[in-house]
T-cell receptor
Framework: NAGVTQTPKFQVLKTGQSMTLQCAQD?????MYWYRQDPGMGLRLIYY???????DKGEVPNGYNVSRLNKREFSLRLESAAPSQTSVYFC???????????FGPGTRLTVT | RKEVEQDPGPFNVPEGATVAFNCTYS??????FFWYRQDCRKEPKLLMS???SGNEDGRFTAQLNRASQYISLLIRDSKLSDSATYLC????????????FGSGTKLNVKP
C-alpha cells in the first residue's frame, strides 16, 4: 500500500501565481486533512473533510480552497500565492475506530 | 491558551539513558491521545496511541493522567536513532475530526 501520497514534492511560485496540491490515500479512510508547518512550529490545520462531499475550515483557511474529489482524493488550491504561504504542506487521512492519523510525505512550497 | 503544550527542549541525552517528556492539554473533553515522531524535514509518523491504563511498546511507555490533564512518553535505553521531535496529539470527544498537535519536543541522543 502506498498510504498517503502527495504531489508535487517541491514547488516554487511567484507571488500571485496559483497552484493545486494533490493528495490521495488508498486506505479507504473517510476523513482527510491539510496542514501547514512553518519552520520550528507545530502543525496548523488548514481544512479538513470528514467524508466525501464535505469540507470544513480549520485554524488557518484564509488564502486556500479545497476539493474532496472522491473518497480517495483531497486537493488544496492556492488561488493567489503570497510569501506568507511559504511552508511545508502535509496531507493526512484518518479511519475509524482508532482515529490514528497517517501523513503524506509533504510538499515544500516557496513563494517568492 | 493552546489546546496542547509541550516543552520544546531540546533534551540532550547520552545513548542508553532514560528520558521522559510530558504534554499538557487544556480541554477536559479530550478523548483520544497519541504520540507522533517527526524526523527533520519529514512527515509525522504515529509512534503510539495512549490508553487510559497506560501502554508499552518495546522501549516506549505512554501514560495518561486525566486528573492533571497530561500525557507522558518514557523512552528507555535511548538509541541514536531515537533523535527526533516528538509530537503530542489530542482529539476532543465531540469532534473526532479535529486533531490538536503540540509544537513538539526535540530529543538529541548523543554517542
Amino acid at each position: 500500500n502506498a498510504g498517503v501520497t502527495q504531489t508535487p514534492k517541491f514547488q516554487v511560485l511567484k507571488t500571485g501565481q496559483s497552484m493545486t496540491l494533490q493528495c490521495a490515500q488508498d486506505m479507504n479512510h473517510n476523513s482527510m486533512y491539510w496542514y501547514r508547518q512553518d519552520p520550528g512550529m507545530g502543525l496548523r490545520l488548514i481544512y479538513y473533510s470528514a467524508s466525501e462531499g464535505t469540507t470544513d475550515k480549520g485554524e488557518v483557511p484564509n488564502g486556500y480552497n479545497v476539493s474532496r474529489l472522491n473518497k480517495r482524493e483531497f486537493s488544496l488550491r492556492l488561488e493567489s500565492a503570497a510569501p506568507s504561504q511559504t511552508s511545508v504542506y502535509f496531507c493526512a487521512s484518518t479511519g475509524g475506530p482508532t482515529y490514528e492519523q497517517y501523513f503524506g510525505p509533504g510538499t515544500r512550497l516557496t513563494v517568492t | 491558551r493552546k489546546e496542547v503544550e509541550q516543552d520544546p527542549g531540546p533534551f540532550n541525552v547520552p545513548e542508553g539513558a532514560t528520558v521522559a517528556f510530558n504534554c499538557t492539554y487544556s480541554n477536559s473533553a479530550s478523548q483520544s491521545f497519541f504520540w507522533y515522531r517527526q524526523d527533520c524535514r519529514k512527515e509525522p509518523k504515529l509512534l503510539m496511541s495512549v490508553y487510559s491504563s497506560g501502554n508499552e511498546d518495546g522501549r516506549f511507555t505512554a501514560q495518561l493522567n486525566r486528573a492533571s490533564q497530561y500525557i507522558s512518553l518514557l523512552i528507555r535505553d535511548s538509541k541514536l536513532s531515537d533523535s527526533a521531535t516528538y509530537l503530542c496529539v489530542v482529539i476532543l470527544v465531540y469532534n473526532f475530526n479535529k486533531f490538536y498537535f503540540g509544537s513538539g519536543t526535540k530529543l538529541n541522543v548523543k554517542p
